[in-house]
């Protein structure tokens, strides 16, 4: 067991100091199965404990991060605070906005987050390294594609760290590689103390369309023009849905994508899409006006049409139809964004993105000691029974992730919960607090 501290050694020593702790991370990483592109920093310390390494950069005194191998990835944790969000957008906003003042440190700015800086640097406090080569994305940094990966990553890591913060358990960090071009990493949950089922996954993929899906971007209107029947492609994304144990503590829903494509004359279409949505088993009208704030402060630095089209978006998107009701209570959505310019559109998405931590942990911490009846329980699970309906009979994402060659169905039908109830003609009896969420997801409403 070796420690190695560079800020104390003359300038001899720790240059060979570096090339013998490289040594041991480069064999680290070799014996898994991964490569590792790290150079060492001047005035940083690493720290060697047997299979784990540990990285605090000078100055950060009492403040480190350790790195963490989880399902054979290496993941390096630099000194980055836990979440990235929009300020504390909640203080104030409230009556009783003492519940939500209390969950605050979920909601901090996280000083990496707020600017787009070393990609190295970034890399340290990742779940994982990233799908794509660290030195590839150095080498094209200032690429739309690179500055897309980069912010999934780090949503990716502030909002599992956050969660599990919360929870007390910790994420599963599985890496896997699509043949055809790309792969993912997929960061799972189960059976926490707060959370049955909670998934944050990372997908960076890329090839050709197939003409199946090719056929859903043309029904969305694209007009797309390969060569000898091949469009190349690139799509990227994290995607979210996070399951409670407790009726009381909503699920919660968010995905953020880019999707690029080559046409025959090399001309790149491309558009951003994604949203946040909640999904209450009860009726609490605080949470939900402290949720749609939320998003709504993120959207009005941008346009303030974007709001309310995008929450009228979101209740069209996430209905079930057959059954003629929402599957929750909204938030917002949005597709093929492609104006008012790329980096306008990027800047859009990065602010939804940040908003992810501070719009979802003060309402979960605010109902972390709720009592619970089993009736409530039930009530839980059949309106889970309606989640997964709808993600597999209408959402867009499954649809076409069971359409490309090579996607990874677990981290596909993630989104599923551990467990759900499908009753017989269930109907919750008048004037009880289930026909009150049953009527709100027939007729949505207005939360700000």
């Known amino acids: 067991m070796a420690t190695i501290v560079f800020c104390s050694l003359n300038k001899t020593a720790q240059t060979t100091a570096r090339r013998c702790s490289m040594s041991h991370l480069k064999r680290l990483a070799s014996s898994r199965g991964l490569h590792l592109p790290v150079t060492l920093l001047p005035g940083a310390r690493w720290f060697c404990r047997g299979s784990s390494v540990r990285f605090m950069s000078q100055g950060t005194a009492g403040r480190s991060a350790a790195g963490r191998t989880r399902s054979g990835a290496l993941a390096l944790t630099g000194a980055a605070a836990l979440t990235a969000a929009a300020g504390a957008v909640v203080v104030g906003l409230l009556a009783n906005a003492d519940h939500f003042q209390r969950a605050e440190m979920a909601t901090k700015v996280s000083p990496v987050a707020e600017q787009e800086g070393d990609i190295l640097e970034r890399c340290r406090g990742f779940m994982s390294p990233p799908v794509t080569d660290v030195g590839v994305l150095q080498q094209r940094k200032e690429e739309m594609r690179t500055r897309m990966e980069m912010l999934i990553m780090q949503t990716q890591a502030d909002f599992c ?12 960090v599985d890496r896997w590689k699509r043949n055809e071009g790309g792969g993912g990493i997929s960061c799972v949950m189960q059976d926490g103390k707060v959370f049955e089922k909670a998934g944050v996954n990372v997908s960076v993929v890329f090839g050709n369309l197939t003409e199946e899906a090719a056929k859903q971007m043309r029904s969305r209107g694209k007009v797309l023009k390969g060569k000898d029947g ?3 492609f690139c799509a990227m994304g994290v995607s979210s849905v996070i399951h409670p144990k407790n009726p009381h503590i909503p699920t919660v829903h968010f995905n953020y994508r880019y999707f690029e494509i080559e046409e025959e004359d090399g001309t790149k279409q491309w558009w951003f899409g994604g949203g946040t949505d909640l999904t209450p088993v009860y009726v609490n009208k605080k949470d939900a ?29 996430f209905y079930i139809r057959h059954r003629g009701e929402t599957r929750g209570i909204g938030g917002i959505f949005f597709d093929d964004l492609d104006t008012p310019s790329q980096e306008e559109a990027f800047n859009f998405v990065k602010s939804c993105a940040r908003t992810v931590v501070p719009c979802y942990l003060p309402i979960v911490s605010k109902h972390l000691n709720d009592s619970f009846t089993d009736e409530e329980k039930d009530w839980q699970q059949v309106r889970r029974g309606r989640y997964v309906e709808f993600n597999l009979v209408y959402d867009r994402g499954v649809k076409f992730g069971l359409a490309t060659p090579g996607s990874r169905i677990e981290s596909i039908l993630m989104s599923l919960p551990l467990t759900a109830r499908w009753e017989y003609m269930h109907e919750p009896a008048k004037g009880t607090l289930e026909a009150e969420m049953l009527e709100v997801l027939r007729n949505p409403k207005e939360w700000v």
């Open 230 to 232: 091949k469009l190349p």
């Open 161 to 172: 760290n956050a969660l599990e913060k919360v929870d007390g358990g910790t994420f599963k």
């Open 289 to 317: 006006f402290h949720f749609h704030n939320t998003l709504k402060e993120a959207c009005d630095k941008h346009h303030l049409q974007y709001y309310p089209d995008f929450k009228k978006w979101c209740d069209r998107y």
